[in-house]
């Protein structure tokens, strides 16, 4: 998809008259000449009258138009059709001249004298000639969307509309606005975060691009779905692309994006702590491999989805359990929760029916129970100490003590509520200097 921009221009088109036999369509070089010139035709068979201040012609013949035979019928009919032509290119005003091409399409219309042959060799309609002359051939700009709509996109999306700033006029270049989508242009709206895409890409014509293309309306609106407007969602690359190390080093992964696209940012490996990918080939010791069965290694997983691993032999246990399979999840943010190298679960002889989980969570309930114990024993021995009164001498190594720090610490707290205590005396000089000076004033009072 991409954004366009360009012109549109109506013309006439009306079905031909008789025409007189050319002859021998060999005598001609060309076989689009001979074809023209069959179907051109002449003055004489054309219903005309003069004008001079209508006709645009030299001999001041003003044509009525083209008269054809209706083909379920007697009777005969002028027939006219008005035709958009919209040519869409990136015009901006200092490349695009209307009066420039008014003059050149005339010039292409006097030069085929109003014979229109295209690419099937259809010779049932020709060009009139006189539209520009009577300003029923319009050349203008065509209309565009506001930009406000694509500057409010809910949270989480952005566009890749271009915002350069292009002239309004040829007359004064100083005057500018950002460039709008004409009608019939595309922009593509995305995600902001580079791990994140949207979750349903069912409004265009790609629905494998995971870009939400929306088309400028002749309302002058773009067609953004009102309702069910999809959401970004995190995912992972293939894990073709994160297999080994020279895997992603011949490539761009998403977190990689906004490195490679601004050149004041140094380029980070794949596997460089602020990227976060790791490599997803096994180590060689492991025995294991991607389940390729269960897990497309070409195709991009949602956060949350797993891909499968398992061992070679498929006779052996991950971790000496049960099952030959082991799974990671893809993280919310965007990388796959493998283990780091050297580090992998290895595949070993089975020594138990049961899956490692069920191992490991039988394991930790038996430490739970043994702490259990342990503090319901010592709770026991310390209720029964208390009932045979104070065997351990609590009152001497516990109350006295608390009792002494309590008691000094209300004694500080005395010292420190009056400016005349020993404590703020020897912590506020001011005090015993302003003293000194208003000795014998009664009346003084220390503020």
């Known amino acids: 998809s991409k954004t366009t921009r360009g012109t549109s221009e109506r013309t006439t088109w009306s079905s031909t008259a008789p025409f007189d036999d050319p002859g021998d369509p060999e005598e001609y070089s060309d076989e689009k000449e001979w074809m023209r010139i069959k179907r ?8 005309y009258f003069y ?33 958009e032509h919209q040519f869409m290119e990136e015009f901006t005003v200092l490349d695009f001249n209307e009066e420039e091409f008014e003059a050149e399409h005339l010039r292409l219309l006097n030069e085929r004298n109003g014979q229109w042959m295209d690419d099937t060799m259809n010779l049932t309609l020709w060009l009139g000639q006189g539209c520009y002359e009577t300003r029923k051939c319009l050349v203008q700009d065509l209309g565009r969307c506001e930009n406000t709509i694509l500057d409010i996109l809910p949270l ?65 609106k773009f067609d953004i779905p009102a309702q069910s ?17 020279t895997m992603m080093e011949n490539d761009i992964l998403p977190l990689q994006e906004a490195y490679a696209m601004d050149p004041s940012l140094p380029f980070l ?35 949350g989805e797993r891909i499968y691993f398992i061992c070679i032999n498929q006779t052996l246990g991950v971790e000496e359990g049960d099952s030959n399979e082991v799974t990671f999840k893809c993280r919310y943010d965007g990388v796959y929760a493998v283990p780091d190298n050297n580090t992998w679960p290895e595949c070993d002889i089975k020594t ?46 516990v109350t006295i003590p608390c009792g002494i720090i309590i008691l000094l610490l209300f004694i500080m707290c005395l010292l420190g509520t009056r400016h005349d ?11 015993e200097v302003k003293q000194m000076q208003n000795y014998g004033h009664k009346d003084y009072i220390y503020q």
């Open 40 to 47: 051109e035709v002449r003055d004489e068979q054309r219903d």
């Open 269 to 303: 490996v794949a596997t460089h702590p602020d990227i976060g990918y790791k490599q997803l080939e096994p180590n060689d010791y492991t025995g294991l491999t991607l389940n390729t069965n269960k897990t497309d290694p070409n195709e991009e997983y949602w956060v």
């Open 51 to 83: 004008d001079e201040e209508r006709s645009f012609r030299e001999d001041d013949k003003v044509f009525i138009g083209a008269r054809g035979m209706w083909p379920y019928g007697e009777s005969e009919y002028s027939t006219v059709a008005w035709v």
């Open 352 to 397: 138990t029916t049961a899956k490692p989980p069920i191992v490991f969570g039988v394991k930790m309930s038996l430490e739970n129970t043994d702490a259990e114990l342990d503090d319901y024993m010592k709770w026991k021995d310390y209720i029964f100490m208390q009932s045979q009164g104070d065997v351990e001498g609590l009152f001497w190594k």
């Open 156 to 220: 989480g999306f952005t566009h890749e509309k271009p915002k350069t700033m292009v002239p309004r006029s040829r007359e004064n270049l100083d005057l500018k606005e950002e460039y709008m989508v004409p009608v019939g242009g595309e922009v593509n709206i995305k995600c902001i975060e580079p791990n994140q895409k949207i979750s349903e890409d069912k409004w265009d014509n790609n629905p494998k691009d995971q870009l939400l293309t929306v088309t400028c309306l002749p309302n002058l």
């Open 229 to 245: 407007f999809p959401r970004c969602k995190s995912y992972c690359p293939a894990p073709q692309r994160l297999w080994n190390r």
């Open 421 to 431: 205590s020993l404590l703020c005396q020897v912590c506020n000089r001011d005090y």
